[in-house]
């Protein structure tokens, strides 16, 4: 790149990973560097959301991340915002199953258990004794196999840890269920134990499981995820484009970002940040490979239901409930956001979760029925009524990628079919949570040329 000429990028999409590019590039690119964000949405952060609900902030997205992964602790340095990270208060979620409130077994991986005794009383004698037996049993195990978490764990230690124990954590990660989710993406750790020769299930998870650590495995934003946005925003010194994006087109020396008006945003490289559903109708043209790869990547939707309970509300000191199976709840996980973060103000902050793949309920249920929901259900839950002071709903639509058996390969092809000056980044490609998504984005940068 010659000196004279100004560097010119565009990204398209701003929720997470599309701010974490821009900040990337003005990073690599310098402060002379010209960097468009293209979103068409009233506010920026995507699926990250914070808003004020009964005098207090909490997220109505993601509100949480995986602490010792490193993504979001060093992007918070960076940026001078490492003071404002929290930890959880220590306490535990509960697992609701079969009509009864259940301690979340310990010593599993994402509901995977190390051993029986850890659901005594959450599954029946019968599973307890295939559990024991497990280990005796022949394992079938070929090295890079990605089976669904159903088809492993089921086969292995039975239908009843499937879903009391495995589906909770995987609908709340997910929205989806150990149906749609395979092995590498759930429990990798496990996979690499599998594939080392652990000769069962039970040695692969009690090999998986992480060595104690002092601190919070999870950790979220004083002030919420909004402060991590604010900072990218205007560390990166992007240019908001509020338009919507129709496609790319190769130009002379680059690309042509290509809005919905028909006008035209020239630029060196692009990075595009939206989810996997719309991924294909920008670059069908330019890398047919990669579309027809991202149209193959299942979604599902969710929607968050928020409120602010009177404060003395009397909740239990637990972090939340993880809901097993379709019964009498319509939630699929309820967050005591009070309990798990710590009380600030005078009301109880509580989200609860609805929507799982395959179903419709976050598109078609409307905010009243699913505030009614959401009171029977902590009736039924902990026996109390609610009268909320605050309350909000927020719907993620076609925001869960479905991490299926062999999504790796899918993410490498949506990557290996790309032409050089394009690159992506998102939820669907390395995993949904935050930390993934700013790997992915650096990632993104990191292939694209920079002058």
Not at 252 to 268: F, I, L, P, Q, Y
Not at 313 to 321: E, F, I, M, N, W
Not at 386 to 403: F, K, L
Request: charged share 20%.
């Amino acid at each position: 790149m010659s000196p004279a000429h100004r560097a010119r990028y565009c990204v398209v999409g701003g929720g997470i990973s599309g701010l974490v590019a821009a900040y990337r590039l003005r990073v690599a690119a310098g402060p002379d560097a010209e960097i468009t964000l293209l979103d068409p949405a009233d506010r920026l952060g995507g699926v990250l959301r914070t808003e004020r609900i009964g005098g207090q902030p909490l997220d109505v997205g993601a509100e949480a991340f995986v602490a010792r992964r490193p993504e979001v602790p060093a992007l918070l340095g960076e940026l001078g915002l490492s003071g404002r990270q929290i930890t959880t208060t220590g306490v535990r979620p509960l697992i609701y199953s079969e009509g009864r409130l259940h301690e979340l077994p310990k010593d599993t991986v994402n509901g995977i258990p190390s051993r029986p005794s850890a659901l005594t009383g959450l599954v029946d004698d019968a599973t307890i004794r295939r559990m024991l037996d497990e280990p005796r049993r022949a394992l079938p195990w070929r090295p890079g196999a990605d089976p669904s978490v159903a088809e492993l764990v089921g086969d292995r230690f039975g239908e009843q840890v499937v879903v009391r124990s495995v589906d909770p954590l995987l609908a709340g990660v997910y929205a989806g269920s150990a149906a749609t989710i395979g092995l590498r993406a759930a429990a990798p750790t496990v996979a690499a134990a599998l594939d080392g020769g652990a000769r069962s299930l039970t040695e692969a998870v009690a090999a998986a499981l992480p060595p104690p650590r002092a601190g919070s495995v999870f950790g979220a934003i004083d002030g919420g995820y909004q402060v991590l946005l604010d900072e990218l925003v205007r560390r990166s010194g992007l240019q908001w484009a509020q338009v919507a994006v129709r496609g790319v087109q190769r130009a002379s020396g680059g690309w042509d970002v290509v809005d919905d008006e028909g006008g035209r945003w020239a630029a060196d490289a692009v990075v595009l940040a939206v989810p996997a559903p719309r991924l294909p109708a920008l670059i069908a043209d330019v890398a047919p490979d990669s579309a027809a790869a991202a149209r193959t990547i299942p979604v599902a939707s969710a929607a968050v239901v928020a409120l602010a309970l009177p404060g003395g509300t009397p909740l239990p000191d637990q972090s939340g409930v993880l809901v097993a199976g379709r019964g009498r709840l319509r939630t699929k996980a309820v967050t005591l956001s009070s309990r798990k973060w710590g009380r600030r103000g005078s009301v109880e902050m509580v989200r609860m979760s609805y929507g799982r793949f395959g179903d419709d309920l976050a598109r078609n249920t409307g905010d009243e029925e699913l505030l009614t929901w959401a009171a029977e259900d902590l009736d039924t839950l902990f026996g109390i009524p609610t009268e909320p002071v605050d309350t909000r709903v927020a719907r993620w639509i076609d925001a869960m990628p479905q991490y299926g058996p062999g999504h790796a390969a899918i993410a490498a092809q949506v990557r290996g079919g790309l032409p050089q000056g394009l690159a992506v980044a998102g939820a669907y490609l390395d995993g949904i949570g935050v930390p993934a998504c700013i790997a992915s984005a650096t990632r993104a940068v990191a292939a694209l040329v920079v002058g």
